[in-house]
């Protein structure tokens, strides 16, 4: 999948149940991995019929209907993502991405 022609585009959001460094990965589109940096879920989850919008370096994910039902977790602690793009990503040019991880800029945040 091109991430820069990304509008609406519906993938399933999989998170894994990693204790407090839970991470997501998004099917079909070819970003890598993000921690989350919290607890956000309970055991491991699909969000199916998710939808991905990227507009620049924005990417915005508004998670579909989790199965298991009741996993996902709410925390009142801010914190910032970060994120490891896949080895396969390349640029709009075809370079290959860099794997080094980034982490989210700005003021801490509540992400879920």
Do not use: H
Request: hydrophobic share 35%; with cysteine.
């Amino acid at each position: 999948m091109d991430l820069s022609t990304l509008g609406g585009t519906t993938v399933t959001v999989s998170f894994t149940n990693s204790g407090a460094t839970d991470t997501f990965t998004l099917s079909s589109a070819n970003y890598g991995t993000v921690n989350t940096n919290g607890n956000v879920v309970s055991a491991n989850v699909s969000c199916a019929s998710s939808t991905v919008v990227q507009n620049g370096a924005t990417v915005t994910i508004t998670l579909g209907t989790p199965s298991p039902a009741g996993s996902l977790n709410t925390y009142a602690t801010a914190r910032n993502m970060s994120w490891t793009p896949a080895a396969s990503a390349k640029d709009l040019a075809g370079n290959a991405m860099s794997t080094t991880a980034r982490t989210e800029q700005g003021a801490l945040d509540l992400d879920f």
